[in-house]
T-cell receptor, first 114, second 112 residues
């Protein structure tokens, strides 16, 4: 079974600084994806970044990057140059090619302060 | 128009009432999902459907039922609502070939 663990319920960062959100996962699958989703107060689920497990290179999307450690089953999200608009709930999720079911962690609430 | 539309956006209902949450999509995706979000618990899968004739229970299906009326429509029903079903409900779709999920904007349901 897939599980996803986010051990930081809340975090805060000052505007323009860098913050890292942690995520660990467990799966018996060899082929899977990992995701970070952002949920702002509007409650829309927004895909931030996605990593295919067979790719060793860490994914990046502008100010967002991941540190994917496959052996350790770790998938952290780094947000550089934090902006007020980054204030949101962030969910880590995994998806197995075999099941195509997206499994979520419990989320980290990020507050960006001016 | 949104790719995945959920109605209603917000709903308050009484204990014991039957309620249906509706989801429609214009993505042309075969796969559709219903999730429930609770504070501190993340999103949990209620039901999922890989095509019109294929419906499967997720991890928390008790107290819920679904209907896949067409490729584009997937409804979630609470036969007899109870207060602990108060939550934010999301519908999502995905394409088999790229595992990309698209979410609706959610239905906030309050059972009083």
């Amino acid at each position: 079974a897939q599980t996803v663990t986010q051990s930081q319920p809340e975090m805060s960062v000052q505007e323009a600084e860098t913050v890292t959100l942690s995520c660990t996962y467990d799966t018996s699958e060899n082929n899977y994806y990992l995701f970070w989703y952002k949920q702002p107060p509007s409650r829309q689920m927004i895909l931030v970044i996605r990593q295919e497990a067979y790719k060793q290179q860490n994914a990046t999307e502008n100010r967002f990057s991941v540190n994917f450690q496959k052996a350790a089953k770790s998938f952290s999200l780094k947000i550089s140059d934090s902006q007020l608009g980054d204030t949101a709930m962030y969910f880590c999720a995994s998806l197995s090619y075999n099941t195509d079911k997206l499994i979520f962690g419990t989320g980290t609430r990020l507050q960006v302060f001016p | 128009d949104a790719d995945v539309t959920q109605t209603p956006r917000n709903r308050i209902t009484k204990t014991g009432k039957r309620i249906m949450l509706e989801c429609s999509q214009t993505k042309g995706h075969d796969r559709m999902y219903w999730y429930r979000q609770d504070p501190g618990l993340g999103l949990r899968l209620i039901y999922y459907s890989f095509d019109v004739k294929d419906i499967n229970k997720g991890e928390i299906s008790d107290g819920y039922s679904v209907s896949r009326q067409a490729q584009a429509k997937f409804s979630l029903s609470l036969e007899s609502a109870i207060p602990n079903q108060t939550a934010l409900y999301f519908c999502a779709t995905s394409a088999a070939e790229n595992y990309g999920y698209t979410f609706g904007s959610g239905t906030r349901l309050t059972v009083v």
